[in-house]
């Protein structure tokens, strides 16, 4: 019998945006349903979430944003993911983005957008979905 493969999942927070309590309340309630997080810290470019996307061999990104540049960072990693050959990560994003905006993003890649509130169990529920563990 073969041991299930972890998700694995990079948080991080793209650009200047110096808030980052929801992040890491989200990377400790992903740890704590069994999901393998590495949390990159505040103010990362684009490139070096990728790299480290990348290095950590994650399943997902997940993108938080609250300094308003989501339109600008979001679209820049996953260009950045596809320039690398890896399009099969799914790319998920949140914080206060505007829901006016949730249709650029997707059209831009990102999977989903979550919205203040959203709970850490549909977080989890929605990547253990799309993720194939195994």
């Known amino acids: 019998m073969t041991?299930?493969?972890k998700i694995r999942v990079l948080i991080a927070k793209p650009g200047l945006?110096?808030?980052d309590r929801g992040a890491k309340v989200l990377a400790l309630g992903l740890r704590d349903?069994?999901?393998e997080t590495?949390?990159?810290?505040l103010r990362?470019?684009?490139q070096k979430i990728v790299q480290t996307a990348i290095q950590e061999d994650v399943d997902v990104i997940g993108l938080s944003c609250l300094s308003g540049a989501h339109k600008h960072?979001?679209?820049?990693v996953i260009e950045l993911l596809a320039e690398k050959g890896m399009r099969d990560i799914l790319v998920i994003g949140g914080g206060t983005i505007p829901p006016e905006d949730i249709p650029f993003?997707?059209?831009k890649g990102m999977s989903e957008v979550f919205g203040p509130g959203t709970s850490i169990r549909e977080i989890v529920q929605y990547i253990?979905?799309?993720?194939?563990?195994?």
Do not use: M, N, W
């Not at 590495?38 to 810290?41: A, D, H, R, V």
């Not at 253990?128 to 195994?134: M, N, P």
């Open 3 to 5: 041991a299930e493969k």
């Open 73 to 76: 960072l979001f679209p820049r």
């Open 128 to 134: 253990r979905e799309r993720v194939k563990s195994g």
């Open 33 to 35: 349903e069994g999901i």
């Open 44 to 46: 990362q470019t684009p």
């Open 17 to 19: 945006d110096g808030h």
């Open 105 to 107: 993003l997707k059209e």
């Open 38 to 41: 590495i949390y990159t810290g």
